[in-house]
């Protein structure tokens, strides 16, 4: 198949980026090489200088990993993209590609933790100002920019607290003051949810969650709009060498012939899960962007189309109860990473976003006791009854621990 943008989504993750090769394979080989023969001098020196097109040194292209990039530029409808060594490896590479000393940033105070500490922690320590905001309250983000605002950086849904950033809306504010609005769509996956139909200008994803989806890889993309943009990513990877090898290239590209089955799947379970969730006795509250009760339902249903395998909630017991639970269930494992084949389940203040700080992460709005889920594609039943054992060890113990109290 040559790369057609008129195919179906559930048609281009098994087709896209697939190209032609010596023996005509039906995927990608893994082109396990570092570097690659010239025939001249000249030759190579065109290659160098752009002239020509071609693999120099596996560091600044190699062609499985050119397949895999192809597939990923395909399915978000970029112009191209670029696979890096991790998802914080990608959104290094994209923020140093487009900021500079004395710039500022605006950045949703709901994104991945390391995503929070690389933004707050490092940036300012190369003269670029950033400024956290509610990414669901469009008046702060209003007011967040500055004359030397250049970025808008977004997570959406939020990690791990499912709030939504409205695309089209941010990416309006961001273009009426000349920033870019990047997005990291790592939740979604390009199957739920395409930002750049929204007006954003660049994509990342950490290609360890669902495009891989089996826990085997870690991967990050950067997704260009443009050639320009492209250009300018490709240089700063190059030279900042966050790349992504072969063999894993190989790997992800193959995880995501499956990724269209495993998203409607995992967002199907899991809306049963969280209906669950929401009926039961032990829970507090659930997040989930495909309940009604999610206070940004409707745009969530603009802007994407399945709710996603992560799940956030928190138990009538606090924290005390959701460390029973955590520790009392056996089909899902107690492990972070989303997006994957597997059920997994963590805790986020103690886990993914420890080194936020407690004040970030109150602002945040991520509480102490907040559980968040990630449904595989087990049987949505199994999965059902799994955390429903661990919810009554739960339960029963902090009862029991009341009357213990009491008496
Ligand atoms: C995991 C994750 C990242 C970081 O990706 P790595 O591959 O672990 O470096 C970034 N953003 C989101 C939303 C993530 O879930």
Request: glycine fraction near 10%; aromatic fraction near 6%; proline fraction near 5%.
């Amino acid at each position: 198949m040559t790369d057609d943008h008129a195919y179906t989504p559930e048609t281009l993750v098994v087709h896209a980026g697939v190209g032609r090769y010596p023996h005509r394979p039906v995927v990608p080989p893994i082109y396990q090489v570092s570097t690659f023969a010239f025939e001249n001098a000249d030759q190579g020196a065109a290659l160098f200088a752009g002239r020509e097109q071609g693999y120099i040194y596996s560091r600044m292209g190699n062609p499985t990993v050119a397949a895999l990039e192809s597939c990923i530029a395909t399915l978000e409808g970029g112009y191209a993209a670029l696979a890096c060594g991790s998802g914080m490896a990608a959104i290094h590479t994209a923020l140093a590609a487009l900021l500079k000393s004395g710039d500022h940033i605006i950045c949703g105070d709901t994104v991945y933790g390391p995503t929070c500490t690389l933004v707050e922690g490092f940036l300012p320590r190369w003269g670029i100002e950033a400024t956290m905001v509610d990414p669901s309250d469009l008046e702060a983000v209003e007011k967040a920019f500055r004359p030397n605002t250049r970025v808008v950086y977004v997570e959406t849904p939020g990690n791990p607290t499912l709030v939504i950033a409205d695309l089209e809306a941010i990416s309006r504010l961001a273009h009426q003051r000349g920033a870019i609005v990047v997005v990291d769509n790592t939740f979604m996956s390009p199957i739920l949810q395409q930002p750049f139909k929204w007006g954003a200008d660049v994509v990342v994803h950490s290609l360890t969650k669902a495009l891989n989806g089996h826990a085997d890889v870690v991967g990050g993309a950067i997704v260009a709009k443009d050639e320009a943009d492209y250009r300018s990513f490709r240089k700063v990877l190059n030279h900042l060498g966050g790349v992504l090898p072969p063999l894993e290239s190989f790997l992800v590209h193959r995880g995501i012939k499956t990724l269209a089955l495993r998203m409607k799947q995992q967002s199907e379970s899991a809306l049963k899960v969280a209906e669950f969730l929401e009926e039961h006795p032990a829970i507090d509250w659930v997040r989930f962007p495909w309940l009604k009760s999610h206070p940004q339902h409707e745009l969530a249903r603009k802007q994407m189309s399945g709710g996603g395998p992560v799940i956030s909630f928190e138990l009538k017991g606090g924290l005390e109860a959701g460390r029973t639970m955590m520790n009392s269930v056996k089909l899902c494992s107690l492990a972070v990473s989303l997006g994957g084949v597997e059920s997994l389940i963590q805790h986020p203040a103690g886990m993914t976003h420890a080194t936020m700080g407690p004040e970030a992460r109150c602002r945040a709005r991520i509480t102490d006791g907040l559980v968040r889920v990630s449904i595989g594609i087990e049987n949505v039943d199994d999965i059902i009854a799994d955390l429903d054992q661990a919810l009554e060890t739960a339960s029963s113990r902090s009862t029991h621990r009341a009357q213990v109290g009491a008496g």
